[in-house]
């Protein structure tokens, strides 16, 4: 499928960074897209512009020590890699998972450099977070690890530099503890250096529900490319953290139907229509498992344990939990049901070969870096704000989301359409999110 030189390139991309597959994956699947570049533009080449894309421009790795509820002393590890800043200061968010190692903060930094290109705001990409879990922690270890974390991040970091935000594991109560640190050992109350902060400290309405309303945007346009609209449609949706609820929120408003959510333990299928407001109590709220909706939820509802929320019939999904989540036979299952658009909430969430079949079967794919990006493009947004020292209303902010989705979804149309894939949104996303980095780079010479 590759020429010999993108063949080459992504060989020794790959012997390079061993040990790192989703990272590997991430770069083979920009890769497969830009095959119907290479002829139009052998400037790229010339300039090895991919071998420099590839390379992050700053990787950093550090100790994080801090002690726990019974005094012993804990350490993680932590990661920043600031991948790109053609287009503007890093930007990116922070995961706290036990599963988070380089190659995924690796794959999640380069997904972010095209995913924020496509926004059509002036930010680069990067990534990091560390291999801790704040679930089960009490606060007082949650705070004492972000304030260790930042003690190191901070001098790595800048509204003009690096400007990192939440992804898994980080909401709102850790931006706060990282960025009351960060003012701490500055003594500057530089409100642009993270987002994703409190609405009473330089945050923006809007920036909570972002990526998750964003999806459902992208995917009501998916719908409506194909004269079809969301309204009364059954919909899955997997997760149940930050997108997966505000996912659900924004499909309700427009009409459809999410009849499924789930986490690490199963899932939860309600027929009659997921309620949303016993849902965030439970999992915003009171950080319980999933099953506890279906046994307070009564009639509806009901809980399975293990097993795939890809088998319940739907006409939309949107997976919005994890990379890799859906495989093969989800996919198969899904287009054996008869699902019609499938838009990425998570970043990666569907397996390569998940992704073959939809195409395959000729079913509207949205990826991850068009479908979530309504996330960080708010996140943009939220360093406006800090910029002018304003604050947005919630209407104007949730405009500004909408109408970047929108272009974000024409964009990758337009893009499929003028390099012969019509109706392909991965190679509208990548190669539209491409060219502008690839162009900028191109400005700047060798560097
Ligand atoms: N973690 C989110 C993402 O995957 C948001 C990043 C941000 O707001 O900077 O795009």
Redesign the pocket.
């Known amino acids: 499928m590759f020429d010999t030189s993108l063949q080459e390139t992504l060989d020794s991309v790959i012997a390079r960074n061993p040990g790192e597959p989703e990272f590997h994956q991430a770069v083979r699947e920009v890769f497969d897209s830009l095959a119907v570049i290479q002829e139009r533009h052998p400037e790229y080449n010339d300039l090895a512009i991919l071998t420099r894309l590839c390379e992050p421009e700053r990787q950093i790795i550090f100790r994080v020590p801090w002690v726990d509820d019974r005094g012993a002393v804990r350490v993680n590890r932590g990661f920043r890699v600031e991948f790109n800043s053609a287009l503007g200061p890093y930007?990116?968010?922070l995961r706290f998972r036990e599963s988070v190692n380089l190659g995924i903060v690796k794959f999640?930094g380069f997904e972010?450099i095209f995913?924020n290109s496509l926004t059509g705001l002036p930010i680069g990409g990067g990534k990091g977070g560390s291999d801790f879990d704040p679930a089960g922690k009490s606060d007082g270890e949650v705070m004492r690890f972000c304030q260790s974390f930042m003690t190191e991040l901070h001098r790595h970091i800048g509204e003009h530099t690096d400007?990192?935000?939440?992804?898994i594991g980080v909401g709102a109560r850790e931006i706060g503890y990282m960025f009351g640190q960060y003012k701490r050992l500055t003594n500057r109350y530089e409100a642009g250096v993270l987002?994703?902060k409190g609405l009473d400290w330089g945050g923006s309405l809007v920036r909570k529900e972002a990526?998750g309303y964003g999806t459902a945007v992208f995917a009501e346009e998916m719908l409506a490319a194909r004269g079809e609209g969301l309204d009364g449609r059954p919909v899955a949706v997997s997760g149940s953290g930050n997108v997966a609820l505000y996912a659900i929120e924004k499909v309700h408003q427009l009409g459809g139907r999410v009849v499924t959510a789930s986490d690490s333990t199963g899932y939860i299928v309600d027929e009659a229509g997921i309620d949303l407001d016993l849902l965030k109590q439970i999992k915003e709220v009171e950080r319980g498992r999933i099953r506890e909706y279906a046994e307070r939820r009564g009639g509806s509802a009901r809980f399975v344990s293990g097993g795939s929320v890809w088998d319940v019939p739907v006409d939309v999904a949107l997976p919005c939990a994890t990379q890799n989540e859906l495989h093969e036979s989800d996919a198969k299952s899904l287009i054996g049901n008869g699902v019609v658009v499938v838009a990425e909430g998570a970043?990666m969430p569907c397996t390569p070969e998940a992704v073959e079949l939809f195409r395959a079967a000729g079913i509207a794919f949205g990826p991850g870096k068009a479908a979530?990006a309504g996330?960080?493009a708010t996140?943009a947004l939220e360093m406006q704000q800090n910029a002018s020292r304003d604050a947005w209303t919630f209407d104007y902010a949730e405009g500004r989301l909408t109408e970047i989705m929108r272009s974000i979804h024409a964009n990758c149309l337009e893009t499929a359409e003028e390099y012969g894939r019509p109706g392909d949104y991965v190679v509208g996303a990548n190669v539209a999110g491409f060219r502008k980095v690839a162009d900028a780079m191109m400005a700047f010479g060798v560097i």
């Open positions: 930007k990116g968010g999640l972010q995913k400007v990192p935000a939440g992804d987002t994703g990526t970043n979530n996330g960080v996140s």
